[in-house]
T-cell receptor
């Protein structure tokens, strides 16, 4: 199946630091989504991106849809302990019928 | 709105048993999906439905069946459970218009162990 390369696989940071993670692919995507999953819960949508070059913020989170439509990144500024969790990127491939392709996730640990 | 609800939360099955994972949404979404999540592997699409009476296979459909008799409900059936089906199962829904994509919203998951 189609692959999304998400990196890094895990991050250990101190509270207050900024975080950056990204997803890349060899294929073109129409939509990029970023989700966060807390332990024992389902993924929760953080940010949705619909146009190449789009930059969208949600509080301390900022995400961008790459100009080539093959990548996206997520930044978290001034991290806090509740940012701990797994962050997933997901994309809707050009020509797909509402199906999403998911990255393998970035596990974020924030040390208070 | 309860959003997307799933039952049960946890289940242990013996090899060869069958069961149905329930999923319901109250957001009037036309699209519904079933995923499985294995450790370190992200989410894999099992089946999806674009409306009542219409279902289609995803990436990993073998060993599963679905039905969509109403807009609200999308149960996933496991027949002859196998250890390879040990996983966390997530149901999701979205509102789709032709040519327009809308975000998927996820349920809390069902953790299934087959021994």
């Amino acid at each position: 199946g189609q692959q999304l390369n998400q990196s890094p696989q895990s991050m250990f940071i101190q509270e207050g630091e900024d975080v950056s993670m990204n997803c890349t692919s060899s294929s073109i995507f129409n939509t990029w989504l970023w989700y966060k999953q807390d332990p024992g819960e389902g993924p929760v949508l953080l940010i949705a991106l619909y146009k190449a070059g789009e930059l969208t913020s949600n509080g301390r989170l900022t995400a961008q849809f790459g100009i080539t439509r093959k990548d996206s990144f997520l930044n978290i500024s001034a991290s806090i302990p509740s940012d701990v969790g797994i962050y997933f990127c997901a994309g809707q491939l050009k020509g797909s019928n509402y199906k999403l392709t998911f990255g393998k996730g970035t596990l974020l640990t924030v040390n208070p | 709105n309860a959003g997307v609800t799933q039952t049960p939360k946890f289940r242990i099955l013996k090899i060869g048993q069958s069961m149905t994972l329930q999923c319901a949404q109250d957001m009037n979404h036309n699209y519904m999906y079933w995923y499985r999540q294995d450790p370190g592997m992200g989410l894999k699409l099992i089946y999806y439905s674009v409306g009542a009476g219409i279902t289609d296979k995803g990436e990993v459909p073998n060993g599963y069946n679905v039905s969509r008799s109403t807009t609200e409900d999308f149960p996933l059936r496991l027949e002859l459970a196998a250890p390879s089906q040990t996983s966390v199962y997530f149901c999701a829904s979205s509102y789709g218009l032709a040519g327009v994509y809308h975000e998927q919203y996820f349920g809390p998951g069902t953790r299934l162990t087959v021994t």
